[in-house]
């Protein structure tokens, strides 16, 4: 697996770090961001993905 990458929401500044996750809502630690479901909304403000960009941290 390469790096682990992050990608913030362009509405909220939430950060999904692959590393870790969103396991709080069913996502494990390591999930590549093209592994989450296109159903998969930000738990901070409900964004869809597609209101994501990656970002360097």
């Known amino acids: 697996m390469s790096e682990p990458r992050t990608w913030m929401c362009l509405i909220c500044g939430w950060i999904y770090d692959e590393a870790v996750g969103d396991?709080?809502?069913?996502?494990?630690?390591?999930?590549?961001?093209?592994?989450?479901?296109?159903?998969?909304?930000?738990?901070e403000c409900g964004a869809r993905k597609e209101d994501f960009e990656m970002v360097q941290v």
Do not use: L, Q
Request: proline fraction near 14%.
């Open 23 to 43: 396991p709080e809502h069913g996502i494990p630690a390591n999930t590549a961001w093209a592994d989450v479901s296109m159903n998969w909304t930000c738990p």
